[in-house]
């Protein structure tokens, strides 16, 4: 039954059952559990006990033994209670979103979550995608105590540039008795940017704009004619800190280069002319990350936007953040 | 799938609970199943430490072949219940020697709670039940046992408590719905003939008899039956209850065995059968007898069959035409001052109750008692004086009662009469039948029961082996079969007290029995505790052992009226409907509680705003998606457009107090307001 679901979720009914799912549990940042947004199903186990109730009720009949018959009823009763602890043992968690995580498209992050319950401790919690991925191992254990916030991890494989879109979490029991599969499909709503995937590629010179600056293109730390020393300054690279005047005991400076000054650099969307839009942002995003690790000043170019040439971690973000979001991100 | 291991705490409770299953049957059991569950168990747990290894597959191969074998051995090619609950039992310890996965976990579970079952066929008495009561509590906490966290913050003392717990209050919250079923469940028929179960000599009265046997039958407490009379309850001398008669006489290594006739005697099957009426001396009692694997009822003299399936032989007995594998219980009338065969017997009758087999030399057994007979005869006028005659003789001659005879040599009626003169009632009853039949007088050894046990509470008698009994019939012409006792001759107080109360010498009742509560009724506080378990033990075995189809029916027509019984299945549904109609209602109801928060209000409110403009959200967009086709769409307006964004993901995603949250959703939900009334296309 539950597989049923599940497979109808991956093939045929996808749109409709994704429209209909969303529609029954509306993708929020922070989820409580209850009857709507939960599913119950007996579990194989759960086929199997009624079985054996089944074994027992005809040997109580064929014995006319009163014992086997109370122990079936017991037994048969004790199955109906089972469903609303199982219920009751997803029904009151929260599922809180985590913090902002940004990631390129391609990689795995950890997309974290916060359990919390408020009535009742919740055990045997298995977490997983909706989305089954082969490379990873397929669910994470975990339980909820009450009152207390559990953190959770779980690791994807990050799709298509643009706004964070994290698949279907689904929260299973079997808890207590196995005889049923109680289980919840949440959307969450993570904030967080997925930056397009890198390709790294040697820079090519921008031939648009008219740029006076494309004649330092290629240059490289190495060549550099080293300046002298400086205070260290916040954001400086861990690569330009004098490490041997550190060790002796004189405090943190940076080594000046030359090139810090000219190692402007364009990123240009016009320069990447025959390739795809994606190939295009790809290999911007390449670049974006090559002129930071090589300590460039750069710009950024893009059709409507442009970033005036900095560096540094937030001028990095804000290029990556532009190339992610160019056009609204690619839609699902 | 998820691959689920076996929680290793799960293991310490489904440990427990296979030995809590195996305990209440061992004792039907071979012994070797008993080598075979410690050693299992042993192993197991030795494996759980982790000293020993997991078994290989050529390892549990061997142990599958020698466990297979071993059930097909003791079953001697006969399927019977014994071998198969040893089989099962086999099966399930098996599996917890190579238990790994989950699934693993729920057979052993599954096939205890049948093991379990199987134990109810042989016990059912109160002690029994509230010991598996605490059994099924142990099985369902393996069950959560076995779906607990491995890797949980608990430890493992209190996941086990959590998991008793767990389990102990679901079977609490259960209870009532199985009191209903109960009651309510339509009882029927077996739905085919079992018989699963093994005819191995139980203890108790055998279809023949040499004395001696019934001495051993006194070394057992067990329960055989109980009665309960509708009226007064007849004083303990009175109380024959009728088993079987042993008419043939056979000499084998020159001791007296008296036996059931082979010859199939006529049944008339109730109601074609004998009904007394009800008048003075007739007595009305149920008895609940216990499984003998055997057909014979019990009843007191001038017996009649009053049900189905009870049919009553020309030797004043009732039988049953099916074999008692399980508890029966049944009602009987008798009329005990009845005259029977008064009219005369017939000649084949005559002959069948004169017979006395030779010895194996071809010669008269027993010469002595013959030559006794023959004196008797021709002293006394007529068959009654001679009868009472022989009833004097055990009274004049110094005889004793003992229940620890000697063996007797061979012609052992001579041995007895005029020898050794000490002994248990089968040789007072076969040497008087011996001796009358000598002098052609009809006589017969009836076995059966005498006296039990009253319970001054309840006012039913309990039976048991030890109230076994052997006593004779004469046919007397004018007057009918006329019972007599000579056992009464020699121990008066064993007919009118009971043989516990009679026997001088405490140390030989029930000396082989080892430590039983009968045994310690002489103990006034121990007595007393016996008398009242055998009294809840008596309840129980009415009220809930025997509910059977005619009692749910009594039951159901005093609470509710007639005819409920025929549609008790309607109501069954019909309850079963109502609660979850009712369920449900109460879940329909509860839904409209779900507030919306006063950000979402706001939110279709402006959603409302742009849908004149088709510009409302789409069902997959997120808020920052949307924002950006709006500040698109309104250029002008951008800036508070994505300021409030910024305030709803704050709001959204960092850690508030309720108050603060309260406080902050209403101001940005009239944020929200005021730029849906602000935002116009200008060309409109």
Known sequence: MEKLLTRLAKYGLTKRFNAWLDRRIPPAAQVTLAQRSIFIVPSKAGWMFGLLLVLLLITAINYQNSLIYGLVFWLFSLGLSAMIFSYRNLSGLTIKAGNAVNGFAGKYINVPFRLSAAKRD????????????????????????????????????LQTRGYLKTPRLKIQTHYPFGLYTCW??????????????????????????????????????????????????????????????????????????????????????????????????????????????????????????????SHGDSHRQQCLEALALYKGGVAL | MIQNNFPRNGLIWLLVSLICVYLPLQAQLPLWTALVFISVVAWRWMMHLGRWPYPNKLVKVLVVVLGVGAVLVSAQGQFHLESATSFILVASLLKVLEIKTQRDGYIVIFLSFFLLSISFLYAQGILITLYSLFAVWVLMSALVGLHQNQYSEQSTPVRIKTAGKTSFQILLLSLPLMLILFILFPRMGPLWSLNLQSDKAKTGLSEQMSPGDIAELSNSDELVFRVAFKDKVPANHQLYWRALVLEKHQITNGQSQWSVSKKVPPIDWYPKSWQP???????????????????????????????????????????????????????????????????????????????????????ISNPQSYLLAQTLYRNHNTDLARVEAVMAYFSDQPFSYTLKPQRMAENDIDDFLFNQ???????????????????????????GYQGGELNKESGHITVRQYDAHAWVEVWLAGIGWKSFDPTAQVAPDRINLGLRDSLTDQAEFLSNSGLSLTKLSSFPLFNQLRLQLDELNY???????????????????????????????????????????????????????????????????????????QLQRQANEGLADYSQRLQLAFPEHKDSIRRLLQQLQEHYYSKQKAQTLREKESKISIQIKGLAGKLKLKDQ
């Not at chain 2, 002994?423 to 050894?445: D, E, K, N, T």
């Open chain 1, 122 to 157: 919740h055990f045997s919690l298995t977490l997983s995608w909706q989305t089954v991925d082969k490379n990873l191992d397929q669910g994470a254990d975990s339980e909820v105590l009450v009152n207390q916030e559990t953190q959770v991890a779980m690791p994807l494989q």
């Open chain 1, 184 to 309: 919840t499909w949440v959307t969450l709503k993570t904030p967080g940017i997925v930056y397009p995937k890198a390709i790294k590629t040697p820079f090519i010179a921008s031939e648009g704009g008219g740029s006076d600056l494309q004649t330092e293109a290629n240059l490289i730390i190495g060549n550099d004619e080293f300046i002298g020393l400086r205070s260290y300054q916040a954001g400086d690279s861990l690569k330009h800190i004098a490490w041997k005047y550190l060790a002796k005991g004189k405090g943190l400076l940076t080594k000046e280069y030359d090139n810090q000054q000219l190692s402007m650099q364009w990123l240009d969307w016009q320069s990447l002319q025959g390739k795809s839009e994606e190939s295009r942002l790809s290999h911007l995003t390449g670049w974006v990350l090559q002129a930071e690790q090589e300590n460039r000043a750069y710009g950024l170019k893009l059709p409507g936007l442009t970033i005036a040439p």
């Open chain 2, 277 to 363: 009426e009800p008048k003075d001396g007739v007595l009305d009692y149920t008895i609940i007898q216990e499984a003998t694997s055997k057909k014979w009822l019990v009843g007191l003299r001038g017996v009649a069959a009053m049900e189905k399936g009870i049919g009553m032989t020309d030797t004043d007995l009732i039988v049953s035409n099916k074999k008692l594998h399980q508890r029966k219980e049944y009602e009987v009338r008798s009329w005990p001052s009845m005259d029977i065969a008064k009219q005369g017997i017939h000649s084949l009758t005559r002959q069948q109750n004169t017979q006395l087999s030779l010895s194996p030399q071809g010669t």
């Open chain 2, 421 to 447: 003169q000490a002994g248990f009632c089968a040789h007072y009853s076969s040497s008087m039948v011996f001796v009358l039949r000598s002098m052609g007088i009809p006589a017969r050894v009836v076995a």
């Open chain 2, 539 to 613: 309840f129980w075995h009415q009220t809930v052992l025997n509910f059977n189809k005619q009692r749910q029916g009594n039951l159901l027509k005093k609470w509710l009226g007639n005819d409920f019984l025929s549609t008790s299945l309607y109501w069954l549904a019909g309850l079963f409907c109502t609660v979850f109609l009712l369920l449900t209602l109460f879940l329909l109801w509860q839904r409209p509680n779900k507030k919306r928060s006063p950000i979402e209000k706001a939110l279709s409110v402006l959603d409302k705003k742009m849908h004149r403009y």
